[in-house]
């Protein structure tokens, strides 16, 4: 997917970028691989893999859920800012929070968002179960994303304690999101959500299947979740 069919899928979307939304996307690219020389950001290095692979990738979020209707994201294990800085990008309202574990990457992040010249983002180096357990930030966020973070029972325990209350996990997987729900309702409903709505779709161009996986926060998370850094992953709640 070159840039003039990415901007084209997307105003086919609902979605129209201004020149310097555009502008901001090729900026986005070079950087992207400016940095890849130096940390391992991605394995895909080609304009029209990028702008397929990750950034039309991030933003399909938007065709199932309505970023205009909220104001604060957290993004869990961002990594190179999949999803939340394309996103960012077509809706500039957005308040972005960024966790990531791996201080390079919040070095990248932070040269990013002045190569774009992005207002109301803050980017944390710390873990999710961390962030989750400060009162700063635990049941905040309107909406919470993690994109191929980990499976769904994992990634509830990290993601549910920083969605506030009536707010919106949303979990971008790809093939066997189905199975991974299975699994994940014992944790879902022990940390406060109810399954709404699972979307299921293939990426444009090489056909692979992804889903976006809405969770509603209906009541407040235990105090007990999430546990401490590393149990989510070891002792998931299935």
Excluded at 33 to 53: H, M, R, S
Excluded at 119 to 124: I, L, N, Q
Excluded at 157 to 167: F, H, M, R, Y
Aim: aromatic share 10%; hydrophobic share 40%; with cysteine.
């Amino acid at each position: 997917m070159n840039r003039e069919q990415f901007f084209q899928v997307l105003e086919e979307k609902g979605i129209k970028l201004t020149t310097y939304q555009k502008e901001q996307f090729s900026i986005y690219f070079s950087t992207l691989i400016e940095w890849n020389e130096k940390i391992n950001l991605t394995g895909l290095t080609e304009e029209a893999d990028v702008y397929l692979k990750h950034f039309y990738d991030s933003i399909s979020a938007a065709f199932y859920f309505d970023f205009k209707q909220v104001q604060s994201i957290c993004d869990v294990g961002a990594g190179a800012g999949f999803p939340s800085i394309p996103l960012k990008i077509c809706f500039p309202h957005l308040q972005i929070t960024i966790v990531d574990s791996l201080k390079k990457r919040i070095g990248f992040l932070n040269e990013l968002s002045t190569a774009l010249s992005l207002e109301k983002v803050a980017f944390y180096h710390d873990r999710a179960e961390n962030m989750g357990k400060n009162a700063s930030f635990r049941e905040t966020f309107d909406v919470v994303t993690a994109r191929a973070v980990a499976r769904m029972s994992v990634l509830s325990e990290l993601c549910l304690p920083l969605t506030k209350k009536q707010g919106t996990f949303l979990a971008m997987k790809g093939a066997k999101a189905g199975e991974e729900i299975e699994l994940a309702k014992p944790a879902i409903e022990v940390l406060g959500g109810e399954l709404k709505q699972m979307y299921t779709f293939t990426l444009p161009e090489e056909d692979s299947e992804r889903s976006i996986i809405e969770i509603y926060k209906a009541r407040k998370t235990p105090k007990k979740y999430p546990r401490k850094a590393g149990l989510p992953n070891k002792e998931p709640i299935e």
